[in-house]
């Protein structure tokens, strides 16, 4: 359907009504440079029946590839359901819920949301969400150095994604935060500990804990939440959502459990997309709730006592706190948060932890199929989720595009953010994929690497 | 209620105790927690932190916003009122019995620019128009 928002006869009439004699005459103000003109680039338009043709041709071109990248987005199977209800209007069209007694339903999903999380988590509270798990775990470093109050030092394992640290290195950076690298132990792929022992005694405010880390390898959390804490410092998790289906509750970690626990919400409901749009979760504890950004939603009674739902804790946002407030980036990802709370009541407890046990098996059984290559080895010896990282015999790049040729995206090259690693590719299968998966992934990675 | 004649006050809605001691104990007016409504929340600078004069340093927070306290002169903080903690509402039901936090000043003089409570009932009324 075309959009048209003004007719000839429309314009003629508003020329007339302001007294312009013609649409050149009413911007003569503006310098001719200044003017656009014709928009020489662009073509002519196209009618309906032109574009849809030129555009599934296109589609086409889209080869349907085998993926096995991880890296930070995750292909999970999302049940047909999930999608359907999103899109139906009353949460599609949903605007920030700011008038409680027009927003129920989206309030509630919020709050549902909330609820899952923080027993996801093992935490007390939960934000409506935010941006991403990169700018979620910037929104955490901030506000670990908020409540510890005299350092602004916040150590960051190198074990991090390195798209986050750079992330949270742009947000903190200007605020006069100091974020420390830790290295990794090279036999584990972890935090070295001996590394992260000679920061004892010194002022630090947080410890950032990746689990698992962007290796896929798992951290020893409970050593490093208490170490955390014998230093004073908040221990901030930084966790994917399917593995908590697996793994220990950040909340329980170490004695008393991490303060902040945030992370991508994207393996929960969001597709994969062209990088996007994902969803960043953060929970806390009940002490750090008035350092938390973003918004909460409460359940609480109306004048009636009737049960209902509405914004709380929100007197240190941007729109009431402006230039003060806890973060001006505070917005919530409505949208994928309701995908993510109905993927999660669809595939329940149990159906997350089977997610979760065959995406683990399934990196494990391509792990020691690759194995059997020649030239190739696992970098790391230790525990691993969902993803490995694989030593290769030859440069990552090559191997990937002779891969693709075969109709697989054979991981993430790893050369660029770790060359101490060598020719190091990371790879993830997810439940998504069938043990003929596996096997064409090996004889690609074969083909590519001794043809 | 009126304004204590034995307090000082701030153009920012804070009220100013001298001890006897030389120190000051700060709260919020009754004007102030009259316009910032039912009192949720109270955070008390921590003992031992140096402040400039008009430094932030608590917050109060209402059900409809969150307001800094400001330090009525320069000094060192020397104390913060925990018994606010979990009874908010003590800074609407008391508002002048309720302080917030102590201080010692950096220079005792620095008091004296403080308004008295007709000076600062002028300034209240002044902000009504």
Known sequence: MPFIPHTDADIREMLAGIGAPSLDALFEEIPAALRSGKLTGVPDGMNEMQITRLMSDRAAQDAPLLNFIGAGAYEHHIPAAVWRIVTRGEFYTAYTPYQAEASQGTLQVLYEYQTMMASLTGMDVSNASLYDGASGLAEAILMAVRSHKTSHKVLIPAGVSPIYRSVAQSIVRLQGNELVEIPFDAETGTVDMKALQQHAGSDVAALVIPQPNFFGALEKVDELTDWAHAQNALAIALVNPTALALLKAPGQWGAKGADIAVGDGQPLGAPLSSGGPHFGFMCCKQALVRQMPGRIIGRTVDLEGKPGFTLTLQAREQHIRRAKATSNICSNQGLMVTAATIYMALVGVDGLRRVAAASHNNTAALAVQVSGISGVKRTFHGPHFHEVVLHLPKPVPAVLASMQADGVLGGYDLSAHYPQLGHALLVCATETKTEADLQQYTDALRRALHA | ?129
């Not at chain 2, 955070?43 to 140096?50: I, L, M, N, Q, W």
């Not at chain 2, 039901?93 to 009932?121: R, T």
Request: include cysteine; charged fraction near 20%.
């Open chain 2, 1 to 129: 209620m009126s304004n204590p004649a034995n307090l000082k006050y701030t153009p920012t809605h804070e009220w100013v105790r001298t001890e006897a001691d030389g120190s000051i104990t700060v709260g919020i007016t009754q004007h102030a927690q009259e316009l910032l409504g039912d009192m949720v929340f109270v955070e008390c600078p921590d003992a031992g932190r140096k402040v400039r004069a008009g430094e932030e340093c608590a917050v109060v927070e209402s059900v409809k916003a969150a307001a800094d306290v400001y330090a009525p002169v320069a000094g060192t903080v020397t104390g913060g009122n925990g018994e606010l903690d979990g009874a908010p509402q003590k800074l609407n039901e008391d508002p002048y019995g309720a302080w917030i936090f102590k201080m010692k000043p950096d220079n005792a003089a620095d008091l004296n620019s403080l308004l008295d409570a007709a000076a600062y009932q002028a300034h209240v009324d002044s902000e009504a128009h």
